[in-house]
């Protein structure tokens, strides 16, 4: 049974500067990778999708990585911001049989002005 | 592009009653699911559809739960009867196919009491 884990559960940094957010994941039988954003009160919003053939994806200040054979996948956050502030969650899709998503419980980020 | 519609965005029912949320998805994804995310967790998958047809609900306490998708476009969710420990935010998302980006709606708040 794939399992998701996020280290740390929250983090607080100053603004500006530069983060790491962890990922790690049981199986490597997966399709891709994929991080998401959730504000408070809100759905989730894709940031970044990974395929199983890829090594790193980035989207403006954001690049995420994977390393299926260690089963870790870290998503970088350059120059912070105040409004990076939400939780932060990546998931699997996983393969074999049925093909879903599986969710970590997410890093709550902070970005302090 | 409109997004992933949902509704209601919030809900309070007593335990043993029973509630229905619905979901439109963004037009031309095949592929539908349903999740739920108690506080602090990520979100779990309840339910996929491929178009009209379930792909998996391996997940979903069939029990209590049941979900429909009509004419392969709509969607809703049912509990019937409601527990305490149903009160969660039911997330819907939808993608192009499975293997694709997942885009989320905003979530129905549902409170048991």
């Known amino acids: 049974k794939q399992e998701v884990t996020q280290i740390p559960a929250a983090l607080s940094v100053p603004e500006g500067e530069n983060l790491v957010l962890n990922c790690s994941f049981t199986d490597s039988a997966i399709y891709n990778l994929q991080w998401f954003r959730q504000d408070p009160g809100k759905g989730l919003t894709s940031l970044l999708l990974i395929q199983s053939s890829q090594r790193e994806q980035t989207s403006g200040r954001l690049n995420a990585s994977l390393d299926k054979s260690s089963g870790r996948s870290t998503l970088y956050i350059a120059a912070s911001q105040p409004g990076d502030s939400a939780t932060y969650l990546c998931a699997d899709l996983t393969q074999g049989g049925s093909e879903k998503l599986v969710f970590g419980k997410g890093t709550k980020l902070t970005v302090n002005p | 592009e409109a997004g992933v519609a949902q509704s209601p965005r919030y809900k309070i029912i007593e335990k043993r009653q029973s509630v229905a949320f619905w979901c439109n998805p963004i037009s031309g994804h095949a592929t539908l699911y349903w999740y739920q995310q108690i506080l602090g967790q990520g979100p779990k998958l309840l339910i996929q559809f491929q178009n009209n047809g379930v792909v998996d609900d391996s997940q979903l306490p069939k029990d209590r739960f049941s979900a429909e998708r009509l004419k392969g476009v709509d969607s809703t969710l049912k509990i019937q009867p409601a527990k305490l420990e149903d009160s969660a935010v039911y997330l819907c998302?939808?993608?192009?196919?499975?293997?694709?980006?997942?885009?989320f709606g905003p979530g129905t708040r549902l409170t048991v009491l």
């Open positions: 998302a939808s993608s192009l196919q499975i293997t694709d980006t997942q885009y």
